[in-house]
């Protein structure tokens, strides 16, 4: 028996037994501690909306928008998927289907997945069919899309790779299941002949994308405590990559980055957050379980600024926007932060409901995707 929960970051968790998960919810109860309340702030750079779309609400899911070259395809839990250019809508489908996971995509054709397992393949061009395919179990992240593989992550702890060219299945990589495990909406990472993800037991696990094999795993977080509950310690979100680096974040566990190739251990923090991580040329920066954004030394780890006045806003992964930081909140309100010293710097309303996706950059510009289904993208001057 499975009982979603909501936890401090917007995604869900999964139950496998009979025990309650509100201990690990921290906006559970009347008496449970306030999400800050905003102050005033006087911007010291511009930002505005340059534009938005309605696409569909998500419903209980988090749908991630894609972004190639100057394309936006975000889908919506009734089956909608669209494409937009500049504003504009090229076209629009409906998949026949509930969706519960996407988007996708790359130059050739977009990705969307159901609660069911199905998968769905569309052309970029003008939303034709390509193909149906089906998966293990259902698909709550986005699918991973090149021109060699489709990786796509069920809620079985699997990942399967798929024919771009046809959809048939090419191999599949299972972790052994957990008594509980958080609902991770983040997709699989493809880079040269890796696939990376991360998975619960605090595992970010490297395979090939050839076959599937198993080629390195790193111990982002090892599970605590004495309860199912307290030793929860999933990766919930992308790992970010920069050089020969990746690092990964552990709900109820610590940042840590790796050598890319070998999967050695180059530094940790012990930072919770299932919400992700951030890195650029100079800082790696996650959003925490509380609420504050750390920016953190890329070579070691060491604390640089923290801004802790969003206190449980249920942020979203930071995204680096050149000399700014954005990060957005369960009252749809995007935060823009100093990259110098965390500062706030600027604020973008959207449609009031909770944005749970990850932040995407499209060029010099930032797209938000809301819960109720507003997608809008916005100029930072």
């Known amino acids: 028996m499975r009982h979603p929960f909501r936890v401090a970051a917007g995604l869900s968790l999964l139950l496998v037994g009979c025990s309650t998960l509100d201990a690990l919810n921290p906006f559970s109860g009347p008496s449970g501690p306030k999400m800050a309340e905003l102050q005033a702030i006087q911007p010291t750079d511009a930002v505005r909306v340059l534009w938005s779309a309605d696409v569909g609400k998500a419903g209980d899911h988090t749908f991630v928008p894609a972004v190639v070259d100057s394309s936006v395809y975000a889908a919506a839990l009734d089956g909608t998927v669209v494409r937009l250019d500049d504003g504009q809508q090229v076209w629009k489908i409906n998949a026949g ?18 609660a069911k397992g199905e998968l769905f393949a569309f052309a970029t061009a003008d939303g034709s069919l390509l193909w149906k395919a089906r998966a293990s179990s259902e698909v709550v992240a986005p699918p991973t899309v090149s021109p060699g593989l489709v990786i796509v992550r069920t809620g079985d702890h699997r990942l399967a790779a798929y024919d771009p060219l046809d959809g048939k299945r090419k191999w599949v990589y299972q972790r052994p299941s957990t008594p509980l495990s958080l609902r991770v909406a983040a997709g699989p990472v493809l880079i040269d002949r ?22 390195w795993e790193g111990t982002v977080a090892l599970p605590k405590g004495t309860t199912e509950l307290d030793r929860v310690a999933d990766v919930t979100s992308v ?29 940790s923090r012990d930072i919770s957050s299932a919400a992700g991580v951030a ?11 509380r609420g504050a954004v750390h920016a953190l030394d890329k070579a070691s780890g060491a604390s640089l600024w923290k801004q802790d006045k969003l206190f449980l806003r249920r942020l979203t992964a930071p995204l680096p926007m050149h000399n700014l930081i954005a990060v957005a909140d ?19 309303t959207t449609d009031g409901s909770a944005v749970r996706a990850p932040l995407q950059r499209l060029g010099s510009h930032l797209v938000v995707q809301t819960a109720n289904g507003r997608l809008l993208v916005i100029e930072t001057q």
């Open 97 to 114: 289907k509930p969706l519960s996971g996407g988007v996708g995509a790359d130059q050739r054709m977009v990705v969307v997945g159901t």
């Open 194 to 215: 890796y696939v990376f993800a991360g998975f619960p037991g605090g595992k970010l696990i490297a395979v090939s994308a050839e076959n599937g094999a198993p080629l």
């Open 239 to 267: 790992p970010v990559i920069d050089g020969r680096m990746i690092c990964a974040v552990a709900f109820q566990g610590r940042v840590a980055c790796f050598d890319l190739g070998n999967g050695n251990l180059i530094w």
């Open 279 to 289: 890195i650029d040329s100079r800082y790696v920066y996650v959003a925490d379980d």
């Open 330 to 348: 369960v009252k749809g309100i995007v935060h823009f932060l100093s990259r110098d010293d965390g500062s706030f710097a600027a604020r973008q």
